[in-house]
T-cell receptor, first 111, second 109 residues
Framework: NAGVTQTPKFRILKIGQSMTLQCTQDMNHNYMYWYRQDPGMGLKLIYYSVGAGITDKGEVPNGYNVSRSTTEDFPLRLELAAPSQTSVYFC??????????FGPGTRLTVL | RKEVEQDPGPFNVPEGATVAFNCTYSNSASQSFFWYRQDCRKEPKLLMSVYSSGNEDGRFTAQLNRASQYISLLIRDSKLSDSATYLCVVKGNFNKFYFGSGTKLNVKP
């Protein structure tokens, strides 16, 4: 099993550009999550999903969108990137909604 | 008030020392609690889940105090490899998780 994979590993965006962060898991987990982690801070939940076709907002959803058309994939969309979205983005999955397994992260810089 | 609060440290301890971290949470209805370990520039990895009265895993012991709304992590016989940031995580309402900012541990030879 590859576990949770994220692409890209690094990305630099200009203000106003858009991009999609990809997240895929091969563990057949129903629950998936997107977090952002700013320097020296804990992770903050952006969006989560309890199964294909179901998504909900977390603590900091503004400026982001998600979709969950399959169990495996949970892409995060940034429309109109802003410097405040410079962060490390982690995707995670969970079989039961408790223990989470994280991907390696995407480091995003918006200039 | 933050959902989860931790002392950021750093805690600098010699090898073989015992060290303890505390974490407080604000939602008294929280049911699930976890400690994750995060190495520099890496993803968090589960260290321990903490349920009911707490649990032990080798050199690591986690305790839960519901009345005071805090959880603790005790590391005995510290190893150099224990150097990392330890994240306290609380599961709140509606499947939402709240992370503390982390406590940094440096174990010195």
């Amino acid at each position: 099993n590859a576990g949770v994979t994220q692409t890209p590993k690094f990305r630099i965006l200009k203000i106003g550009q858009s991009m999609t962060l990809q997240c895929t898991q091969d563990m057949n987990h129903n629950y998936m999550y997107w977090y952002r982690q700013d320097p020296g801070m804990g992770l903050k939940l952006i969006y989560y999903s309890v199964g294909a076709g179901i998504t909900d907002k977390g603590e900091v959803p503004n400026g982001y969108n998600v979709s969950r058309s399959t169990t495996e994939d949970f892409p995060l969309r940034l429309e109109l990137a802003a410097p405040s979205q410079t962060s490390v983005y982690f995707c995670a999955s969970s079989p039961t909604g408790d223990t989470q397994y994280f991907g390696p992260g995407t480091r995003l810089t918006v200039l | 008030r933050k959902e989860v609060e931790q002392d950021p440290g750093p805690f600098n301890v010699p090898e073989g020392a015992t060290v303890a971290f505390n974490c407080t949470y604000s939602n008294s209805a929280s049911q699930s609690f976890f400690w994750y370990r995060q190495d520099c520039r890496k993803e968090p990895k589960l260290l321990m889940s903490v349920y009911s009265s707490g649990n032990e895993d080798g050199r690591f012991t986690a305790q839960l105090n519901r009345a005071s709304q805090y959880i603790s992590l005790l590391i005995r016989d510290s190893k150099l490899s224990d150097s990392a940031t330890y994240l306290c995580v609380v599961k709140g309402n509606f499947n939402k998780f709240y992370f503390g900012s982390g406590t940094k541990l440096n174990v010195k030879p």
